[in-house]
């Protein structure tokens, strides 16, 4: 079975004119980009360990195929707000498995966007979790998982380039075995 054991989360920005080389450098800031990156969905593992961005890349070698849940958002439209987040939310049960959430979004700052991916991953554990939704409080879903969940996002946000240069922004969970 492929099941991931550990997990670390980070986050890039980069710019240039080519929105793929825009890409690649906000991949090359998260220290991301020399990996096979395959996009997963968004279920954290039970057992699974949330370490640190450094102890995680010490598990990896370039060229590896990696699982990642990544969002990322991109503009060439100048002073444009942009941003990525990633949402995680944990059961006190390691035997239960978690949410993560991807958000990206337009006009939010990182500490917004960050907020609304945990709530995300919140309202998504509370339903496994056979929980009322709360979508009328925006926001109580996360603190009424402090419960029984820990919870916690990594987001990035930039500005679009003044002169029109591509802007990109991504967070990412890395899932290691």
Known sequence: ML?????????????????LISWESALHDARISSFN???VSSIFPPGCKLVSREEGLKALVPGQVVFAVISNNATSEPGRLIAASIGLATPRDSNRHGYLS??????ETASTA???AENVAAQMLSASLGLPSREDTAGNDRKR???????????????????????TV????????
């Open 37 to 39: 990156l395959v996009r």
């Open 145 to 167: 998982c402090g419960e029984f969940a820990a919870t916690t996002s990594i987001a990035r946000c930039a500005t679009g380039d003044r002169d029109g240069l591509w802007t």
């Open 114 to 116: 960050g907020n609304h």
């Open 170 to 177: 991504v967070a990412a969970a890395v899932l290691l075995p």
């Open 3 to 19: 099941v991931p054991g550990r997990l670390f989360l980070t986050r890039g920005s980069g710019r240039h004119r080519e929105k």
């Open 102 to 107: 991807e958000h990206h979004s337009f006009g």
